[in-house]
């Protein structure tokens, strides 16, 4: 985009980490965007039905709730975990969970030796299948660059503080390899149903930015 | 290209101030739905592949990149590949009207084979016709490769000293599938301590990065 549309758009200067919010939608970039669509839609390359049932794939059927399923899943049954570490993409088929940026799925489980950590440096490789389209804050600059780099200053904004002694492994996604952190099962919920536990793995967990939510902090939410 | 997207290690970007997960929609406005559904259905056309998509993203001026939001990049990538692929001509794009007659030979996918589509997905592993030049265990070093094309290989990884964790098979070889020629290459899972990619550095980390064997070369 040109320098001189952008000044219109928003302002970057002095305000790092909220530049790429967009709460307040630039009018001229919605005219630009509506403006190709026509157009698109006039010289017949797109299909306005299938544009709609994309973005509804997307808004509402595919996201981080399918991880949580897998994930929880996986703390209570200790054949699925072994068939999900040993070839992901087969099994979370089986729950029906393939396509676009899941081709290739690997699940990579925390422990108290290894913390995991996804990251793409290159552009915003994320596990569609499992976890839906990535937060704004995974695409943006300052993560992609210090998530290699520092790591454990990273977790720490996200309020995650890991033990000196814990190795924290970060998967850099060059390739069509898609990487889904399995966090630990937290403390004192081994009773827990699988429904109830799903409530547990957050997206960000799966993300490994963060670590499952506390049978506390869930209860205090009244969710589960 | 080491370009405005090769971000691994930049320094000064700021803190990364995330939305709490629970606050945080999908799309936080409509032109960005629009932006994301047009980019995946033009991409349906098969005029294009995800490599290509990628470099018409990573080909802006690095200040433009890093300037415009998430989905204004990929609406600049979308508009380049229509243009450079002749569905769209520039003229068209400036006065928001068709010009010429659209492409009546091409297959425009409707909503359920959309998402037909999106359901197959598109699988990168190749048949190989060769043995991989490395095995599990192996030092090897990231080349250095100053290429003006599309590449895998990040910038803060180069000529540092890894080792092969994992050989992923043959998949598609992005710095040729950018340019259209679907072949493919060994893929490797290498893991390189913070140590070696950034001398000193947090203790206790390690970095995980898919590369590609034309990228790697032996540790004598």
């Not at chain 1, 996986?74 to 940026?101: I, P």
């Not at chain 1, 960000?204 to 499952?212: D, F, K, P, Q, R």
């Amino acid at each position: 985009m040109a320098h001189s549309d952008d000044e219109n758009m928003h302002s970057h200067d002095g305000d790092h980490g909220h530049s790429h919010d967009h709460t307040e939608p630039p009018p001229e970039l919605e005219l630009k965007v509506k403006a190709l669509e026509s157009l698109l839609v006039e010289k017949g390359l797109v299909n306005p039905d299938a544009l709609n049932a994309i973005i509804d794939n997307y808004e509402h059927k595919v996201g981080p709730q399918n991880g949580a399923i897998v994930v929880a899943k996986a703390w209570v049954d200790a054949s699925f975990k072994e068939a999900l570490l040993a070839d992901a993409t087969a099994a979370v088929s089986e729950l029906g969970y393939f396509g676009r940026q899941g081709e290739h799925l690997r699940v990579v489980e925390n422990t108290d030796e290894t913390h995991n950590l996804v990251v793409c440096t290159l552009c915003s490789c994320y596990p569609w299948t499992v976890l839906g389209l990535p937060p704004t804050w995974y695409k943006s600059a300052p993560y992609r660059a210090r998530a290699v780099s520092e790591p454990r200053q990273v977790l720490a904004e996200f309020g995650t503080s890991l033990p000196g002694s814990t190795k924290v492994r970060v998967w850099d996604s060059t390739s069509e390899m898609r990487y889904l952190v399995m966090p630990q099962q937290p403390a004192g919920t081994q009773h827990w149903s699988e429904e109830r536990l799903r409530c547990l793995v957050t997206r960000n967990s799966m993300i490994g930015v963060e670590l499952a939510k506390s049978a506390d902090a869930a209860s205090e939410q009244d969710q589960c | 290209m080491k370009g405005g997207h090769d971000l691994g290690g930049r320094q000064g970007l700021g803190p990364i101030s995330p939305v709490p997960e629970a606050e945080e929609p999908v799309f936080h406005t409509d032109w960005e739905r629009r932006v994301f559904a047009m980019t995946l259905a033009t991409g349906m056309l098969g005029q294009w592949n995800i490599d290509e998509s990628r470099f018409a993203r990573e080909s802006q001026h690095p200040a433009d990149y890093l300037r415009n939001s998430y989905y204004e990049n990929w609406l600049v990538g979308i508009q380049n590949l229509l243009v450079k692929k002749g569905l769209l001509t520039e003229g068209e794009l400036a006065a928001a009207c068709m010009i010429t007659d659209g492409a009546e030979e091409l297959r425009v996918p409707n909503s359920e084979e959309a998402i037909k589509i999106l359901g197959t997905g598109g699988p990168t592993l190749m048949p190989s016709d060769g043995e991989p030049e490395f095995s599990v265990g192996d030092a090897v070093r990231a080349k250095k490769i100053h290429t003006k094309g599309h590449s895998r290989l990040p910038t803060y990884v180069q000529g540092s000293v890894g080792e092969i964790e994992e050989n992923y098979g043959c998949h598609v070889y992005p710095d040729k599938n950018s340019a259209g020629e679907r072949s493919g290459e060994f893929l490797y899972r290498v893991r390189f301590s913070s140590a070696s990619l950034w001398g000193s550095s947090e203790d206790n980390s390690e970095v995980l990065i898919d590369l590609w064997q034309p990228y790697l070369e032996n540790v004598e």
